[in-house]
């Protein structure tokens, strides 16, 4: 089985120890466990109590019952214990759902730009993999004309993410509405990594997920982006029951259970989603406008509003290949973003803008910095 590199991961792993200022991170700004704790207004020294009288064996090995039915609350159709599978974070349910569903010979069509994972494993997989490409004059929201000529009498899945990363759109109830009929004229699966879901900037969870909207819809989330939590590494399917016990056949190969301890954690944040959820669109939608202020206000950047999520991609009308201006701005000042060429998307790089508004303010007068730079030598497009 070949596969392609994983272009994000490989960039971040490359140089985001040594950044001095990290707009790159997708996260809003994570919370300690102190954090949390205080958050749900339980005693420190009685949690950690607990805690040490833990017995840390395999635990439930779908996900324990009580958090299992805290996820079903995420979810506007009801739901139950039975429809959804803990995983190792969201790139674990996405692997899972994907390793699932897909097989030699498949066809599947994915948009882009998006999370690489989405539609290189699938080619790994042996899969044929038309993909759409989201663009911005249409506010990063797929063409479904476009849509309805990629999409095959034989396709087994088209794989979409939304809330989307990079581009912070949020394709609405009525856009996903029409993805499922297009997969329903020929029985295709819709696979949505949803892992932004919630970060909605008018509200959250005012969307609908794609396993409320369509029996074929396999809906992939964590506790990473949404509540602050990427250090617990858990995350989720939600899916018709039938399909969560294939997906059980194929998880017993590469993992057991999640940790006890993450299962415990991630109880207590979900249990307290509304006070986590204020903080955290309030750092989102803050930070949001002093990006789009950076934007404005600066020469040679544009970019499309992002309405969800904690992410951007910021469009530059500079000579130079993503990839070459990124390393540059982080080798002239530690100012490091992710390029445009991660996604396929040229001429672009993506900023993450939801940590505390003092990095993203650093980080953003940073890129500026060297922007001026590249003015100054010319290499003005």
Known sequence: MEIKAFEVEEWMNRYEDDATYNIAETCVESLKVGELLDIASIERYEFFGKLSETKLTYGAIPGSVDLREEITKLYHKKKTTDNVIVTNGGIGANFLALFTLVGPGDEVVAVYPTYQQLYSLPEALGAKVRRLRLEPEDGYLPDMNKLR????????????NTPNNPTGACFGEAVMKEIAAIADTVGAWVVCDEVYRGLEHDGSYLVPSIADIYEKG???????????????RLGWIAADEGFIKECFKH???NMISCGMIDDALALIALKNKEKILERNLKIVVENKKVLADWVEGTDGVSFVLPNAGTTALIKYDYDMGSEDLCRKMFEYNGAFVVP???FEFENHFRIGYAPKKEVLVEGLAAVSSFLQQLGHIGALA
């Open 149 to 160: 000529t990629l999409v095959k009498s034989n396709t087994r899945a088209i794989v979409i």
């Open 340 to 342: 445009g060429s991660c």
């Open 251 to 253: 998880r017993d190969y």
């Open 218 to 232: 396999i809906s992939t989330s964590s506790m990473s982006k949404v509540y602050s939590l990427a250090g617990l």
